[in-house]
T-cell receptor, first 109, second 115 residues
Framework: RKEVEQDPGPFNVPEGATVAFNCTYS??????FFWYRQDCRKEPKLLMS???SGNEDGRFTAQLNRASQYISLLIRDSKLSDSATYLC??????????FGQGTTLQVKP | SAVISQKPSRDICQRGTSLTIQCQVD?????MFWYRQQPGQSLTLIAT?????????ESGFVIDKFPISRPNLTFSTLTVSNMSPEDSSIYLC????????????FGPGTRLTVL
């Protein structure tokens, strides 16, 4: 079993739609959680950290369920510019980031 | 935040040769890492670059194939040795640490093609 699992998609949605990505992790000792965004042929960049209380940044909402070892990312009112690969990332007790395989989002006009 | 540069940005190499990739961070970071990302795949950690000592390699990666140096807190190199076409990939350097809130920043990557 992979340490971090995501549905690779692709998710094809129209502009304005709401889309949700899910991620599960296997190491219950994991300490921090992140969503990174990676555009085609570019390096990953931090989108947002994920906190137990849930956090929101504009159209983006991230949630963490430690009991179920589950992380989610919700994007509201999708824009064409949201098209990218979204990487679920877990910071483990080994001091290293563990990346999921990524979920590809295509927002269409 | 941290700004990370890598060079070369891309290269095309012959089988059996070696390539050294350089990574420079604009501020001191505690941790530096080297990743590989193959087409359509996520990032795979190659090793943690340790300042002044031998790198810590992940399973499946060895020092003879991927020697790494980190002479100071802002600079590291990764060498891909005795290359084969299977080494064609994007190699990414990253840096981070407590001072950066455990966020990791990535370099733009080096796109390597081995013929």
């Amino acid at each position: 079993r992979k340490e971090v699992e995501q549905d690779p998609g692709p998710f094809n949605v129209p502009e304005g739609a709401t889309v949700a990505f899910n991620c599960t992790y296997s190491n219950s000792a994991s300490q921090s959680f992140f969503w990174y965004r990676q555009d085609c042929r570019k390096e990953p960049k931090l989108l947002m950290s994920v906190y137990s209380s849930g956090n929101e940044d504009g159209r983006f909402t991230a949630q963490l369920n430690r009991a179920s070892q589950y992380i989610s990312l919700l994007i509201r009112d999708s824009k064409l510019s949201d098209s990218a690969t979204y990487l679920c990332v877990v910071f483990g007790n080994t001091g290293k980031l563990i990346f999921g395989q990524g979920t590809t989002l295509q927002v269409k006009p | 935040s941290a700004v990370i540069s890598q060079k070369p940005s891309r290269d095309i190499c012959q089988r059996g040769t070696s390539l050294t990739i350089q990574c420079q961070v604009d501020s001191q970071v505690t941790m530096m890492f080297w990743y590989r990302q193959q087409p359509g795949q996520s990032l795979t950690l190659i090793a943690t670059a340790n300042q002044g000592s031998e790198a810590t390699y992940e399973s499946g990666f060895v020092i003879d194939k991927f020697p790494i140096s980190r002479p100071n807190l802002t600079f590291s190199t990764l060498t891909v040795s005795n290359m084969s076409p299977e080494d064609s990939s994007i190699y990414l350097c990253s840096g981070g640490g407590l001072a950066l809130g455990n966020e990791q920043f990535f370099g733009p990557g080096t796109r390597l093609t081995v013929l």
